[in-house]
Structures are given as C-alpha cells and as structure tokens.
C-alpha cells in the first residue's frame, strides 16, 4: 500500500479526514501503524474508519471503529494515610467531584471524635490532616453524591 487516510466522525455519517499515514508498501508480515487523535473532551463516542490507497491509485475503506472517550468514572475513595509530625496524619482521598466534603471519624466505641468539611479542588490526591493518637477508626467522607467508609489504623 502507498498510504492510509484516517477519517473522525462524531456521528457516524459526516467523517473528515484527520491524517493521512504513509504505507509500508507490500509486506507479508504484520506492519503495525499508528495516530493519536487529540480531540475535545466533551465527547463521548468518536467514530472512525481508515481508507487504503494502493500504488495503483485504487482505494479501498475499512470498517467503522467507534471508541468510547467520555471521561473516567471518577470514584470517591479514601487512598491511604500518611503519618506526620507530632501525632499528625494526613489522610489521602480520591473524589468523584470538586467541592465541599464532609468527614468524620468515629472511635471504636462508635462515639464522634472529628466532623469537619473540606474543599477539593481536584480529583485525586486530595487530603484531610487531622491529629489523632493511636488506635481504630471509622473514617466516612461524603459530598452532595457519593459516600465511602472504611477502617483506618493510626501507630504514631
């Protein structure tokens, strides 16, 4: 083959070209080729089909690729826990959404020891530093969607 023409279409019928590929010519093994597309991310599903162009002048199109690029389900979970100073720890959380989040944390005797809020701006890596001595707890964190719980062990 000469080359490929790769086509994008956001509906599976108004394609544009976006790439034209320089073929490998004739080959009996495997040639592998490849594009990264940079589009919007407010699309969900992106279609796509190649056109082949042999050294004769004839074409010929593949099939339509359709690929899901909508965003990642962004989940809130509660990461890990890093000790600091002076009995100290920051506790790492992913979130689904930015804003306002609310925590607390129980002792083992199920009694309220922290309620507070924090503010996300971002999706991962986001933190709750808070002092606590050593023990078991419930940690919950919840926003206006989602809520998660779990265990954590504090040894300062």
């Known amino acids: 083959n000469d080359y490929f023409l790769l086509e994008r279409a956001f509906n599976r019928n108004d394609f544009d070209k976006i790439a034209t590929i320089s073929g490998s010519g004739n080959s009996n093994t495997l040639v592998e080729y490849e594009y990264t597309d940079i589009i919007s991310a407010d699309k969900n599903e992106v279609f796509y089909r190649l056109k082949q162009f042999d050294f004769d002048g004839k074409s ?3 099939g339509i690729t359709a690929v899901n ?4 389900e962004y989940k809130l979970e509660i990461i890990y826990l890093e000790k600091e100073d002076c009995g100290n720890i920051s506790i790492h959380f992913n979130s ?3 804003g306002t989040h609310y925590y607390k944390i ?3 005797d199920g009694r309220l020891i922290y309620d ?4 996300c701006d971002d999706y991962f890596n986001n933190k709750i530093k808070i002092t606590l001595p050593n023990g078991m707890y419930l940690l919950s964190i919840e926003n ?3 809520f998660v719980s779990d265990k954590i062990l504090v040894q300062n």
């Open 60 to 62: 010929e199109y593949c």
């Open 69 to 72: 690029c909508g965003n990642e």
């Open 96 to 98: 689904n959404k930015t």
């Open 106 to 108: 129980y002792n083992v």
């Open 116 to 119: 507070g809020k924090t503010y």
């Open 144 to 146: 206006d969607s989602s």
